[in-house]
């Protein structure tokens, strides 16, 4: 049996059932006219047979959140490979939450190979750093496709990706992946793909991909979940088990990261009404990514993905419905003020001094990691047992290592501050090398002791710290500290909020209006028109 691309979205039936010998061993019996010779174990031997095709599914992780407004250049090859090689084979099977989750559901079914395609591990400095060249694009695509057509034919294709990928000179990296494989693999090979809730896509994607699964908690804890799902839906569409019918939806909204957490409302209620829709329904599966804002490309915003079997006119109304439910509710999204340094440190001491601690400042704005802001005030306000984790500032790394400076001995340099206006002012930093050596995944951080029991860790790229387990690196002790800072939006909760370990937490904010805070209308975008998204303005759809 074969299903038509074109009259069912496309997909082979890659399964035979021949179901014979039980019901002729029933129709026999029944009409009294079986072999008076055979027992009854013998007529169980005629039971149905299954033979099912062994399905061959490529895999490939192409991953970048990109913040295009980021100071310090484009992303070249080297950028993407400075941590590792790319992954290859076997590797890329086990390489991130998604895959690993994917990995897993697959090996639940029998006669599936799965081919990891090279894939490259991630770039240096993660989301502080900026579009990545066309070159590099292609460079990576490349290996990809090449080790896709050495291993064809296929049964179906894997994109692990992230949604938020800026590339100069291609719009809409992700459809152009999707797309790409696409030509490859022809029409009637499903492919799916599964996305950060910060994702920022369009209808463009599911033009060339068939599903889309996107995280629904921020904290991400579900990637695996996700790359599961997509699993399944991917032997079901092999099979001819599924035909994917998908509506896509902008309500028009934008939102800073630090306001998409899913611990409160609305974001809280968008994620759960979603979840309701694919307990009502059958087959029923709906995305919804909040974007990233701080990529400067023309799918930012809100977006919500649905995807159902063969249901065009149900896959319309929940996606409409998720669609006015997140406009409506709009409006809660925004409202909240965070601290500034000054006032955030002044309400640790408060905070300390009524026994409310540990006490965890969420440096919530930074997107380059060397601000400096609530190191100033640690300093400024006499603050003691602050554990800062950490200040970005590679020349502070390059300077140890040439003048060898080791343990023990002093330490007096200007930290942080450098990268752009957004960052501070460079703060002198007094004290003494406590450490410096491999740490937080990097060749060299340092560990620097100052003022009143306060440590000071330094790494040569972004670090946002999630888990307390991540500041236990040279001897530091976490819970030898009242005060935790890192640079984090949401994703600290993890580790420090929902585990019920800080007493007290303040998001802070910084002064200015610049890459990281709420505050995207003081950005210069190119590619985007702020007055067709709320809260700056109103779609045209709603005008």
């Not at 406009?327 to 009524?354: D, L, N, Q, Y």
Request: glycine fraction near 10%; charged fraction near 25%.
């Amino acid at each position: 049996m074969v299903l038509n691309r074109e009259a069912l979205k496309g997909y082979r039936v890659n399964s035979k059932i021949r179901l014979g010998g039980l019901w002729m061993v029933l129709l026999s019996l029944l009409a009294g006219c079986g072999d008076a010779g055979q027992s009854s174990s013998d007529a169980v031997k005629s039971t149905t047979e299954v033979t099912v095709k062994p399905l061959k599914i490529a895999v490939l992780r192409f991953q970048h959140e990109t913040c295009t407004f980021c100071p310090g250049g484009d992303v070249a090859i080297e950028d993407w490979t400075r941590t590792r090689a790319p992954d290859q084979g076997a590797a890329v099977l086990q390489a991130g939450g998604y895959v690993k989750g994917f990995s897993a559901a697959m090996s639940e079914y029998s006669g599936v190979e799965l081919i990891g395609l090279t894939s490259p591990e991630g770039v240096f400095g993660g989301s502080s750093r900026s579009w990545s060249t066309q070159d590099t694009f292609e460079h990576f695509m490349g290996l990809m496709l090449t080790d896709l057509k050495a291993n064809l034919p296929v049964d179906g294709v894997y994109l692990a990706l992230h949604g938020a990928m800026a590339v100069r000179g291609i719009p809409r990296p992700e459809a152009e992946i999707a797309k790409r494989v696409r030509q490859v693999v022809g029409g009637a090979v499903p492919i799916v793909a599964t996305f950060d809730l910060h994702a920022n896509e369009d209808e463009e994607f599911l033009k060339w991909a068939d599903m889309a699964f996107v995280t629904k908690r921020y904290p991400h804890y579900d990637t695996s979940v996700q790359g599961a799902r997509a699993a399944r839906a991917l032997v079901r569409m092999a099979r001819g088990n599924y035909i994917p019918t998908t509506a896509t939806r902008k309500p028009g909204v934008i939102t800073p990261t630090v306001l998409q957490w899913t611990g409160k409302s609305p974001a809280m209620d968008i994620m759960e009404r979603a979840r309701r829709w694919e307990a009502r329904e059958t087959d029923v599966f709906v995305s919804v990514a909040f974007g990233f804002p701080w990529a400067d490309v023309p799918d930012v915003g809100h977006t919500v993905q649905v995807m159902t079997n063969n249901d065009q006119a149900l896959a319309n109304r929940i996606a409409e419905d998720m669609e006015e439910f997140m406009w409506r509710t709009r409006e809660g999204m925004f409202g909240e003020v965070f601290m500034m340094p000054a006032e955030a440190v002044s309400k640790t001491i408060r905070a300390i001094e009524t026994g409310h601690k540990p006490v965890v400042l969420a440096d919530y704005s930074d997107r380059n990691g060397d601000s400096t802001y609530i190191l100033d005030e640690v300093i400024k306000q006499g603050l003691s047992k602050v554990l800062l984790g950490s200040i970005r500032d590679e020349h502070v790394i390059r300077k140890l290592t040439q003048d060898e400076v080791e343990v023990g001995e002093a330490f007096d340099m200007m930290v942080g501050g450098f990268a752009a206006d957004s960052s501070g002012e460079p703060v002198r930093v007094k004290g003494a090398l406590r450490y410096f050596g491999e740490g937080m995944g990097f060749e060299k951080i340092a560990i620097v002791q100052f003022g009143n029991s306060n440590t000071l860790i330094i790494t040569p790229a972004l670090e946002q710290v999630i888990w307390k387990s991540q500041y236990e690196v040279g001897g530091v002790n976490p819970d030898d500290y009242d005060v935790l800072m890192t640079k984090s939006r949401v994703h600290f909760r993890r580790g420090f909020d929902e585990t019920g370990y800080a007493k007290s937490i303040f998001v802070v904010d910084a002064p200015g209006d610049f890459v990281g805070t709420v505050r995207l209308d003081a950005l210069t975008f190119e590619n985007v028109d702020l007055t067709e998204l709320y809260p700056y303005g109103i779609p045209p759809s709603r005008r």
